[in-house]
């Protein structure tokens, strides 16, 4: 039977989407199967934003009609048959899933007993404990005592126990007040800070409720949260005076100037880039102001409602956001809030949520979170005129997964993200062009490569490349590593690390693995991306690094070499290297589980590997495996990837004195997200950077072109 944990309030808009999420992604982390289960929704045609919301979450794999109990309509007609019937959906929901996440309703007004009631009665017959969130927002540390004790006592009334309280939307400044307030309920209480963001509406809201048609901009725009409103009756001067990021502005359809004000405003250099303008009083602009508008800025939305300025401004002002799965920004700062204030693990523990023996790809991507934001490193991304290197920069900076150096024109960069509707507070963009750092280190590239014949002045042309640029500044310590390649080929990125970090000490080659996340275990292929044909010291040293780079990442190394043949019976000179690497490992590492040759077969069956090479304690539970070249690598890591639809996170450098990762061109935001994390882990093994800090030594001219 699962475990479950309901989540109740005593009322609306307490912010129990953000706490939901926040379990969901949490569980995740611990258990293989994550279940959703909405007991009560508003209708039965598929609309639940918070159902859509949750199995929209990496870790949940369920249709939507299966996370549902009944509509509020069914509980007006007969509470008693609607409480058998959500009973009953949830359990034949709860037998595929290791833990749910049990949502309670909305209060939209349910006939005869209290919601809050219902809910707890609810939560009484499915065995879930409660979860109570109370809405803070504008009470005082007392008031929300209040209300919490009124809770708990209607919920232990109706035979359900509550095991944990979340004080939500509270004053930021008075967290540790309420928090102190509740600790004389004697259970495990958190308070989280009201975030606006969290309840701001898109622009895509405020066209429905405004009855609005969209002129002018691109529909992608609409998505952006609409933070501020200004209503734009003053002269053009202090409108401008009053502009911010992310405003919708508001002025009647029939002011031409106002409108071109807006759009100029919004184009131009230095000033904010506005979430949409509306246009009331169902005035429509002359087509050539349209066009103008348009010749400005095709991007920013121009919404014609036909109601007056005061009708506008209510609707846009009572208009409240949810949260949404294409939200991401939204969806990032949930998350974020409730990783900096509620402890995961002691609010698993309080609902009995066993970690789970088996490790799923998001259960592997969150431990990567979690260990890069343990030891915050400071990531260099020289592709900040992507928008996947934004939108990935945005999620890291708000989940405080790492400090992030875009490199690019500094303005440029904060114009596409406030476009995207992104935000980049804490990051650092540098131009390498303009950079105060370029000429120490056209002088640092041109000594490194003074043997090769670089002139200090070519020098500077060449570190104001991206990717070289990005590359010295974790050489000289000003960032602990770099990832790159969204936009540039692998040699643009690993070209530089070769020639300016180099290999660390006591390694001949520098390699890759990649991370296969199956359904059930992680396991590391090693080389598929940087070696063509490796020697047998080669392919030794590329064991040794996998092998190390496993057990940096939790995964316990025990090292298959492959070959087309088991054991001894082969014979060839591709099989004579890989028994020959071997060798060279167990010689130079006695303390690692290594055998080969193995075939695929022997090294992951249990058994293939009693008939074809009994007695190992590899074959048949290979957590490394050795590919004997890149061919054969590369083209398995991809079989594998696409064939059993395993999650691929690589290439993976290993053996540089610091730590430079490759994207492919392909790499989506998760991708680049997962690649920072890595490189941040990698960061954390090599220590504190000295500016400065010397080169890893010649063996890095064995690779380096």
Same mark, same amino acid.
Request: negative net charge.
């Given at each position: ?38 007991p009560i929704t508003r209708s039965d045609a598929g609309g639940d934003h ?23 309509? &069914? ?142 901009? &691109? ?119 409730? $990783? ?124 104001? &490349? ?11 310590? $000003? ?68 092998? $190390? ?51 695929? &077969? ?21 957590t490394v495996f050795v590919f004997p070249d890149l061919n054969t690598g590369?083209?398995t890591y991809k079989a594998v990837q696409r064939s059993a639809g395993a ?59």
């Open positions: 039977m699962a475990r479950s944990i309901y989540v109740a309030s005593l009322e609306g808009h307490s912010g129990k989407s953000l706490v939901a999420l926040g379990l969901v992604d949490a569980l995740s982390r611990t258990v293989s199967s994550v279940g959703v289960f909405r918070m159902v859509h919301l949750l199995v929209g979450h990496e870790g949940v794999d369920l249709p939507y009609e299966r996370c549902v109990g009944v509509t509020y309509d &069914d509980v007006h007609a007969d509470p008693e048959a609607a409480l058998a019937t959500i009973v009953d959906r949830y359990r034949a929901l709860e037998r595929s899933c290791e833990a749910v996440v049990v949502v309670g309703s909305d209060y939209t007004d349910i006939a005869g007993p209290t919601e809050l009631t219902f809910n707890a009665r609810v939560a009484a017959n499915l065995g879930a404990p409660v979860l109570l969130v109370v809405n803070g927002f504008e009470r005082t540390p007392e008031q929300v005592e209040q209300l919490a004790e009124i809770a708990i006592a209607e919920i232990r009334q109706s035979h359900a126990t509550t095991v944990g309280v979340v004080a939500n939307r509270c004053d930021p400044d008075r967290l540790d007040a309420v928090r102190q307030r509740l600790a004389g309920l004697e259970l495990p209480v958190w308070a989280l800070p009201e975030v606006p963001l969290l309840s701001a509406p898109s622009v895509r809201d405020l066209v429905r409720a405004l009855d609005g048609e969209l002129l002018v901009g &691109d529909d992608e725009m609409l998505d952006r949260e609409a933070e501020d409103a200004l209503v734009c009756g003053m002269s053009t001067e202090h409108v401008l005076e009053r502009l911010r990021d992310g405003q919708v502005c508001i002025a009647a359809g029939d002011r031409a100037d106002a409108l071109v004000t807006l759009a100029a405003a919004h184009a131009a250099e230095g000033f904010p880039t506005l979430a949409a303008v509306v246009l009331n009083g169902g005035y429509r602009p002359p087509p050539v102001v349209t066009d103008l508008v348009r010749g400005l800025t095709r991007s920013l939305p121009l919404v014609l409602t036909p109601h007056d300025t005061y009708t506008t401004a209510r609707l846009v002002a009572a208009t409240r956001g949810l949260l949404t799965p294409t939200s991401r920004r939204k969806v990032d700062t949930a998350l974020g809030v409730f $990783e900096r204030h509620i402890d995961a693990e002691e609010l698993l523990r309080a609902v009995e949520v066993p970690r789970s023996d088996v490790v799923t790809p998001l259960m592997f991507e969150s431990m990567l979170i979690e260990r890069a934001r343990a030891d915050r490193r400071r990531i260099v991304l020289p592709e900040a005129d992507d928008d996947r290197i934004l939108r990935a920069a945005a999620t890291l900076l708000s989940r405080e997964v790492a400090d992030i150096v875009l490199l690019g024109d500094e303005a440029a960069v904060h114009r596409r993200a406030a476009q995207l509707g992104i935000r980049l507070d804490g990051a650092e963009v540098v131009d390498p062009a303009r950079s105060p750092l370029l000429e120490p280190f056209a002088e640092e590239y041109a000594r490194l490569r003074a043997h090769k014949g670089v002139t200090p002045e070519r020098a500077l042309d060449i570190v104001q &490349d991206v990717s070289f640029f990005g590359t010295m500044m974790v050489h000289t310590g $000003e960032a602990d590593g770099m990832v790159s390649g969204a936009a540039h080929t692998t040699a643009n990125t690993i070209l530089p690390a070769f020639q300016i970090i180099r290999t660390r000490p006591g390694v001949s080659i520098v390699s890759s693995v990649f991370f296969m996340c199956l359904a059930d275990r992680v396991l590391v292929y090693g080389d598929c991306a940087i070696v063509p044909d490796p020697t047998a010291e080669q392919l030794a040293d590329i064991a040794i690094s996998s092998a $190390e780079t496993a057990a940096r990442f939790g995964i316990e190394p025990r090292v298959a070499m492959l070959s087309y043949s088991t054991g001894e019976s082969g014979r060839g000179a591709d099989v004579d290297k890989v028994r020959r690497a071997t060798r060279l490992v167990r010689e130079r590492r006695p303390d690692l589980p290594v055998d080969g040759p193995l075939q695929y &077969d022997a090294a992951v069956d249990a058994s293939v590997a009693r008939a074809k090479l009994p007695g190992s304690s590899v074959a048949g539970r290979a590369n083209n999650v691929a996170i690589g290439p993976v450098l290993q053996g540089l004195a610091k730590p430079v990762n490759d994207l492919s061109r392909g790499a989506t935001v998760r991708d680049i997200v997962n690649t920072v994390a890595i490189t941040a882990i990698q960061a954390q093994e090599v220590g504190e950077p000295a500016a400065g800090e010397s080169p890893a030594g010649a063996a890095g001219e064995r690779v380096a072109p």
